[in-house]
């Protein structure tokens, strides 16, 4: 099992950045790959982004590309996620996740070991 705790989320106005942070305990870190997941009030979690162990492959979804950058840094156990021209509809708690399978990484379901979210907010 994995523990991850995630931070950096925060209230920030449209077209800012924020950069959110997970930290990894437990399961070798550098085994897993990483995903970030959204959910807004009254809506399912969606995919955001996600890495492979190595940090060879990123995947991120429509709504993110060429905003969001996905990152890891194995020695430290951390996973990033950096958020840049944010837009109201990016607010949402924002969720990592762990996971040992390199298949279906665009899946909630793929992944076993969740943190507890960071709120962001994007205001107008």
């Known amino acids: 099992q994995v523990q991850l705790v995630e931070s950096g989320g925060g209230l920030v106005q449209a077209g800012g950045s924020l950069r959110l942070s997970c930290v990894a305990s437990g399961r070798s870190f550098n085994r897993n790959s990483m995903g970030w997941f959204r959910q807004a009030p009254g809506k399912e979690r969606d995919f955001v982004a996600a890495?492979?162990?190595?940090?060879?492959?990123?995947y991120y979804a429509d709504s993110v590309k060429g905003r969001f950058t996905i990152s890891r840094d194995n020695a430290k156990n951390t996973v990033y996620l950096q958020m840049n021209s944010l837009k109201p509809e990016d607010t949402a708690v924002y969720y990592c996740?762990?996971?040992?399978?390199?298949?279906?990484?665009?899946?909630?379901?793929?992944?076993?070991?969740w943190g507890q979210g960071t709120q962001v907010t994007v205001s107008s």
């Open positions: 890495i492979v162990w190595s940090g060879g492959t990123t």
């Open positions: 996740a762990a996971t040992s399978t390199l298949l279906g990484l665009k899946s909630r379901y793929s992944y076993p070991d």
